[in-house]
């Protein structure tokens, strides 16, 4: 509990996290969260840093801000168990009617064996989002948790979504060449 409650004093988003979500909402594309930390921290994370900077993000004219379909915490009332076993990503397919294995879901997360691990457990697609950069050689990775794609700032996921999936909406990747205002980011 003491861990938790000094998390909970010093958490942050991390930038561009918002940014990015506002663009998943745009796009139609469904989040969810799964995380170890407690109910109590993601309730104080989505009041405190979330909702506030997700409803800053959105234009006025937008109808909703970005929020998480499905969230998964360790105190999940689901007798899920927490991850990396691959339970809360079957829970989220099964919620998604999506089949598992699947490349339609990806698990994007910061640890290799907690997220990047998790996901490969589930048989989804994973990015591994390196903000610390505790991956300087690919090679040194192991199998059982080298992502599909590699992100070093959040702002890269987009672009890298655009290339490896069929995107609907303004700015995606299913959208005529020519006909759009800004270029699908590359």
């Given at each position: 509990?003491?861990?938790?409650?000094?998390?909970?004093?010093?958490?942050?988003?991390?930038?561009?996290?918002?940014?990015?979500?506002?663009?998943?909402?745009?796009?139609s594309?469904?989040?969810?969260?799964?995380?170890?930390?407690?109910?109590?921290?993601?309730?104080?994370?989505l009041?405190?840093?979330?909702?506030?900077?997700?409803?800053?993000?959105?234009?006025?004219?937008?109808?909703?801000?970005?929020?998480?379909?499905?969230?998964?915490?360790?105190?999940n009332?689901?007798?899920?168990?927490?991850?990396?076993?691959?339970?809360?990503?079957?829970?989220?397919?099964?919620?998604?009617?999506?089949?598992?294995?699947?490349?339609?879901?990806?698990?994007?997360?910061?640890n290799l064996?907690?997220?990047?691990?998790?996901?490969?457990?589930?048989?989804?697609?994973?990015?591994?989002?390196d903000?610390?950069?505790?991956?300087?050689?690919?090679?040194?990775?192991?199998?059982?948790?080298?992502?599909?794609l590699?992100?070093?700032?959040?702002?890269?996921?987009?672009?890298?979504?655009?290339?490896?999936?069929?995107?609907?909406?303004?700015?995606?990747?299913?959208?005529?060449?020519?006909?759009?205002?800004?270029?699908t980011?590359?």
């Open positions: 509990d003491e861990m938790e409650e000094e998390g909970r004093q010093t958490m942050y988003l991390i930038p561009g996290a918002t940014q990015v979500a506002t663009w998943l909402h745009y796009h594309i469904p989040m969810a969260l799964v995380t170890r930390n407690t109910d109590k921290t993601v309730n104080v994370m009041e405190k840093h979330w909702n506030p900077a997700t409803e800053s993000a959105v234009p006025k004219n937008k109808e909703a801000s970005p929020s998480f379909d499905i969230i998964l915490s360790r105190d009332n689901q007798d899920i168990p927490p991850k990396p076993h691959p339970a809360s990503l079957e829970y989220i397919a099964s919620k998604w009617s999506i089949d598992l294995p699947s490349k339609d879901i990806l698990m994007v997360g910061d064996k907690h997220d990047v691990g998790f996901g490969k457990a589930a048989g989804v697609s994973t990015a591994f989002f903000f610390h950069r505790v991956c300087n050689n690919e090679e040194e990775i192991d199998d059982d948790v080298a992502p599909d590699h992100v070093n700032e959040i702002y890269d996921l987009p672009a890298l979504l655009c290339k490896h999936y069929s995107i609907d909406g303004p700015l995606g990747t299913n959208v005529p060449r020519g006909t759009l205002k800004y270029s980011p590359e």
